[in-house]
C-alpha cells in the first residue's frame, strides 16, 4: 500500500458540477498539503494543514474548499470551477518536528473542467 | 522575481555524460533545501536534501551557496533512467510543525542511448 493515495486519479467536470478529490496518508504524519500543478508552472501550494487546523490558504479562490476531518485525511471539494483550473493536483504528507523534512506526494489528481 | 528559478532545459545528453544543474533562489532567510525528481505523469520525489557543506549520494552531488542563493546537481555517469524533471525546492524559516516546500518549475533530462 502506498504512503499517500489520492482518489480519483482523473476527473473531468463541468463548471456546474461539485466533485470532491480524496488524499489517504498511511505515515502517520501530522501534516498534509493540498498542491496545483499547471503545465509549465510550478507546483502551487494550495492549503496546509497541520494537527488537522488549516494555517495556510495561499489566496485560493473559494470554488477550492478544503476540509481534514482527521489526521489522515484531506478532502478538496470542489464547485463551480473554471476551465483554467484544469491541473494535477497534488496531495502530500509530512512529519512536522524540528526542521523542514521530507514530504511524501500522491500520485495525484488530473482534473479537466470543461 | 521568481521565489525560486531554474533553466526548464531540456537538457538532452548520452549515456555516461556528467550534467549540471542549477537553480537560484530568492529568500536569503531559506533554511533547508531539496531536489525532487518528477517523472512524466508522475508525482514529485525526494532525490535528496541539499547540506551547507555539499553531500553526495552515488552518482549525484548536491552543493549549495548560501552567499550566492544558488543550488546545483551534478549527475555523472547519465543512465537512460534518469531522464526526469529535477526540481529545485526550498523552505523558508521552519514555520513550525509544516514544511513549507517552494518548488521551481524544474529543469527536463532526457538522456539518450
Known amino acids: 500500500e502506498t504512503g499517500v493515495t489520492q482518489t480519483p486519479r482523473h476527473l473531468v467536470m463541468g463548471m456546474t458540477n461539485k466533485k470532491s478529490l480524496k488524499c489517504e496518508q498511511h505515515?502517520?504524519?501530522?501534516?498534509m498539503y493540498w498542491y496545483k500543478q499547471s503545465a509549465k508552472k510550478p507546483l502551487e501550494l494550495m492549503f496546509v494543514?497541520?494537527?488537522?487546523?488549516?494555517?495556510e490558504n495561499n489566496s485560493v479562490p473559494s470554488r477550492f474548499s478544503p476540509e481534514c476531518p482527521n489526521s489522515s485525511h484531506l478532502f478538496l471539494h470542489l464547485h463551480t470551477l473554471q476551465p483554467e483550473d484544469s491541473a494535477l493536483y497534488l496531495c502530500?504528507?509530512?512529519?512536522?518536528?524540528?526542521?523542514?523534512?521530507?514530504?511524501?506526494f500522491g500520485q495525484g489528481t488530473r482534473l479537466t473542467v470543461v | 522575481r521568481k521565489e525560486v528559478e531554474q533553466d526548464p532545459g531540456p537538457f538532452n545528453v548520452p549515456e555516461g555524460a556528467t550534467v549540471a544543474f542549477n537553480c537560484t533562489y530568492s529568500?536569503?532567510?531559506?533554511?533547508?533545501f531539496f531536489w525532487y525528481r518528477q517523472d512524466c505523469r508522475k508525482e514529485p520525489k525526494l532525490l535528496m536534501s541539499?547540506?551547507?557543506s555539499g553531500n553526495e549520494d552515488g552518482r549525484f552531488t548536491a552543493q549549495l551557496n548560501r552567499a550566492s542563493q544558488y543550488i546545483s546537481l551534478l549527475i555523472r555517469d547519465s543512465k537512460l533512467s534518469d531522464s526526469a524533471t529535477y526540481l529545485c525546492?526550498?523552505?523558508?524559516?521552519?514555520?513550525?510543525?509544516?514544511?513549507?516546500?517552494?518548488f521551481g518549475a524544474g529543469t527536463r533530462l532526457a538522456v539518450h542511448p
Open positions: 525546492v526550498v523552505s523558508p524559516v521552519f514555520s513550525g510543525g509544516y514544511n513549507k516546500l517552494i
Open positions: 529568500n536569503s532567510a531559506s533554511q533547508s
Open positions: 505515515l502517520g504524519h501530522n501534516a
Open positions: 541539499v547540506y551547507s
Open positions: 502530500a504528507s509530512s512529519q512536522g518536528g524540528t526542521g523542514a523534512t521530507e514530504a511524501f
Open positions: 494543514y497541520s494537527l488537522e487546523e488549516r494555517v
